[in-house]
């Protein structure tokens, strides 16, 4: 059925992860493809709410030569941005404050005024609630699930976990020798917010010994028991990998900066927080890194490739069969599409009784419980 689509629009929003690129090629060619026309936005809907601020305007078409050779390229050619959420867009008032203001109607009459007729928005848990009240106002979506932190509901995965959990296994690859040689405790944290998911893949891709992730409320005891027993078999050294959102059972998650107008909470800092205890409590050298925005850069791996490629032309059909309100998701083997009333706003976390805890378990990991 087609729904007489001549022209769309692409965005990118939120934090970036690698994939966002080769979904964006894939959007463009299969567009192009049945004879569309397509538009990429600047930064989110920066490009619509602030067009004095690009030389080539907010708004720019898309051919074949700007997509060319990009699929493999980390970050995205669009731009991003995780404080430009137009529902609750910061805006400063005459009296100096800050106050909320929603400018989705700006966006609705942008589309109206440019005879685009579908959006094709690309992004993480901020990006699927923009994106269904955008649908809910009558504007015809269709979302693409992104995110290094795996925390989207409805999706076996997003495109971009794959990648930061290849490179978080790497640098784990590496720290095993070096604590190895100096007899250390090395902790590594890792981003994902509220959802262990990175640190979990890593962790026991990566065989490090304790695991901390925000959904199992960690003793800092539990670890020292773990370092202290491996001491005694003669293992002298260990690696923990934890969370940034990973909480203490009695304490608190480490924050680097409250959430403010526009922008949520930056998470951070428990890694060196735990590293501190470790050492005191285990009389061990120990030493801290922070993996942190390193895991959104680099090339996507080919599992995240394809996935975005399987995405974004999976998108485009969608809007060619008259969906809209709908997020593209991976049920495997196949791709499928689910509403976007049904994933907005809702965290998938790990699950306590899913099989990879258990693996970590069954090989002996300690996970601060
Ligand atoms: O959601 C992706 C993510 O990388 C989180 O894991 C992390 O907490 C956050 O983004 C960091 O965002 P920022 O770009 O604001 O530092």
New binding site residues.
């Given amino acids: 059925m087609s729904t007489h689509i001549r022209r769309i629009a692409v965005c990118t929003g939120?934090?970036d992860a690698p994939g966002l690129n080769a979904v964006i090629r894939s959007v463009v060619i299969s567009a192009l493809n049945r004879g569309w026309e397509c538009y990429g936005i600047h930064d989110g809907f920066n490009g619509i709410l602030f067009p004095e601020r690009y030389a080539e305007g907010g708004v720019y078409r898309l051919n074949r030569e700007k997509v060319r050779g990009i699929a493999h390229l980390g970050g995205t050619m669009l731009g991003t941005t995780?404080k430009g959420n137009p529902l609750q867009f910061p805006m400063k008032m005459r009296d100096g404050t800050t106050r909320e203001v929603d400018r989705s109607d700006e966006i609705l009459d942008f589309f109206a005024r440019k005879e685009f007729d579908a959006l094709v928005s690309i992004g993480?848990d901020g990006s699927l609630t923009i994106a269904n009240a955008l649908h809910r106002k009558g504007l015809r979506v269709v979302s693409v699930p992104k995110?290094?932190?795996n925390d989207l509901d409805k999706t076996f995965t997003t495109f971009g976990f794959d990648s930061a959990v290849a490179f978080a296994t790497e640098c784990l690859d590496r720290l095993h020798s070096t604590a190895e040689s100096h007899q250390r405790v090395m902790v590594v944290e890792v981003?994902?917010?509220y959802a262990g998911w990175i640190a979990l893949h890593a962790g026991i891709a990566g065989g490090a010994h304790a695991i901390l992730i925000p959904e199992i409320p960690f003793e800092i005891e539990q670890v020292a028991a773990k370092i202290r027993e491996r001491d005694s078999f003669g293992r002298m050294y260990s690696i923990i990998v934890v969370a940034?959102g990973a909480e203490p059972a009695h304490g608190t998650r480490a924050v680097l900066e409250p959430a403010e107008i526009g922008h949520a909470e930056?998470?951070g800092g428990i890694g060196e927080r735990i590293t501190k205890v470790l050492q005191q409590q285990t009389g061990k050298d120990a030493r801290s890194v922070v993996l942190g925005?390193l895991?959104?850069g680099g090339s996507p791996t080919s599992f995240d490739r394809l996935a975005a490629m399987r995405f974004g032309t999976a998108a485009v059909r969608a809007l060619d069969e008259g969906k809209s309100g709908v997020m593209v998701a991976l049920a495997f083997p196949n791709v499928n599409y689910v509403a976007l009333e049904d994933v907005a706003g809702r965290m998938k976390g790990v699950p306590l009784d899913c099989d990879t805890l258990q693996t970590g378990r069954d090989m002996g990991i300690c996970f601060g419980d």
């Fill in positions: 939120g934090g995780n993480g995110t290094i932190d981003m994902g917010r940034e930056r998470l925005h895991l959104r």
